[in-house]
């Protein structure tokens, strides 16, 4: 039976896999924080997350990853690299948060909610810089970076905060991308 604090860690851990998809660390390392100050507990196994060395790695981690996606040619080099990184990383953020499931279910959900939102979100912000690149011979895309490194922040703040209101907008973005493949792919 699924009680309410583990529907909340399922709608934190899906948050924070979609954010995953616009930037690997940012989500860690807020998750990190949010452990530290004792704002979130993770699983046992995963306390390690909230330790003072994993914060500062976390913290150091995510700075040159958005300093990166600022330097023309190292964005897209990185999201062709951030996507296999991002399942991976929605997947364990994903396990991290989950409680009071069996592990095989919480593996499982990790591995499709949270690898699955974390690499699709991931894949279509890749095809976004590369529309970016193509069209505007990559002068647009430090606006794609702003705009990631924005929803990213927002959105892994949201999942802390606000669980089911994340899981919400999460919805929606997962809905929006859906509408923008069917529209795209109507028009060949």
């Given amino acids: 039976m699924v009680t309410f604090e583990t529907f909340i860690s399922i709608c934190l851990g899906i948050g924070l896999a979609a954010s995953v998809g616009f930037r690997v660390f940012v989500p860690l390392f807020?998750?990190?924080?949010?452990?530290?100050v004792g704002v979130?507990?993770?699983?046992?196994?995963?306390q390690?997350?909230?330790?003072?060395?994993?914060?500062?790695?976390?913290?150091?981690?995510?700075?040159?990853?958005?300093?990166?996606?600022?330097?023309?040619?190292i964005d897209n080099a990185l999201d062709s690299i951030a996507i296999p990184l991002a399942t991976i990383a929605g997947t364990l953020i994903m396990v991290s948060t989950v409680t009071d499931l069996n592990p095989?279910?919480?593996?499982?959900?990790?591995?499709?909610a949270g690898g699955g939102t974390a690499s699709l979100i991931?894949?279509?912000?890749?095809?976004t810089r590369l529309t970016s690149t193509v069209s505007t011979a990559g002068f647009?895309?430090?606006?794609?970076?702003?705009?990631?490194?924005?929803i990213a922040t927002s959105l892994s703040v949201i999942?802390?905060?606000?669980?089911?209101?994340?899981?919400v907008l999460v919805i929606f973005i997962l809905y929006a991308i859906f509408k923008l493949y069917k529209k795209i792919t109507k028009k060949r």
């Fill in 104 to 112: 095989v279910f919480t593996w499982t959900l990790a591995i499709i």
């Fill in 159 to 167: 999942a802390i905060l606000f669980p089911v209101v994340a899981f």
């Fill in 140 to 150: 647009g895309n430090n606006l794609v970076s702003s705009v990631e490194n924005i």
């Fill in 30 to 36: 807020a998750l990190s924080l949010a452990s530290y």
């Fill in 122 to 127: 991931k894949s279509s912000s890749g095809a």
């Fill in 48 to 73: 390690w997350v909230g330790s003072t060395t994993a914060l500062v790695l976390f913290g150091v981690a995510t700075i040159v990853e958005i300093v990166s996606y600022y330097i023309p040619l």
């Fill in 40 to 46: 979130w507990d993770l699983n046992d196994s995963w």
